[in-house]
């Protein structure tokens, strides 16, 4: 079910009978006809092991489950919100960015040190997005929360993209990323901006970037 964008701070979604849908807590903002919203303690459609990969690394974010007849609005502490539509290919996304999510897409977890090595796991200590992230696979669509907008920059062989980890948001399709370090002669004569890392990513698929070096 496609999330239709009302401003660029709130979206609507239409439920219908027999499909579920996914958001996080707190994110409903008003609905119209018979709506249910209840707790989801196994994290959407990752099952149990989802849910304790998580919390063993204490990044669980409340999911609620939405599910009847009607339309809803979602937003969440005024952030923007980019609505990203998956065509059976995986998402990596933080679970904090998540706003909602169709309950046809499977989420999982995976572990950073996976993707990228140790310095995947060093990623996720320097930005604060922790040692596990979440993933959504299939079709359907996923609305995302940034500060201050989202782009989307295609990657492809031999066309490599470098985001400060703080700006990334999600990536998606067949992708390696390492951290390098960006130490210049900026930062040698003292007058950098502090950018001492970048996010190094390759291989075929697109990375979202949000306007902003904030975490949410």
Do not use: C
Request: no cysteine.
């Amino acid at each position: 079910m496609p999330f239709r964008e009302i401003n660029s701070k709130m979206v609507e979604a239409t439920v219908v009978p027999g499909q579920k849908m996914f958001s996080q807590r707190g994110a409903m903002l008003a609905y119209r006809g018979e709506v249910a919203f209840t707790p989801n303690i196994q994290g959407g459609q990752g099952g149990m092991m989802s849910m304790i990969g998580r919390r063993m690394a204490n990044e669980a974010t409340p999911l609620m489950t939405v599910e009847g007849n009607g339309t809803v609005m979602f937003g969440h502490g005024g952030h923007h919100i980019h609505v990203i539509n998956l065509s059976g290919n995986t998402l990596y996304v933080e679970a904090d960015r998540l706003l909602a999510f169709d309950g046809t897409l499977q989420q999982g977890t995976m572990f950073m040190g996976s993707q990228g090595g140790v310095m995947g796991m060093v990623r996720g200590q320097v930005t604060g997005q922790g040692l596990f992230t979440t993933t959504l696979k299939g079709h359907g669509s996923v609305a995302v929360m940034a500060h201050g907008g989202v782009i989307e920059l295609p990657i492809a062989p031999g066309r490599d993209v470098h985001v400060d980890p703080q700006a990334y948001v999600a990536h998606h399709g067949d992708v390696r990323n390492k951290l390098s370090t960006a130490l210049g002669w900026r930062e040698m004569v003292g007058r950098g901006s502090g950018e001492g890392f970048q996010l190094e990513l390759s291989g075929n698929g697109a990375v979202y970037v949000q306007a902003s070096e904030e975490k949410l």
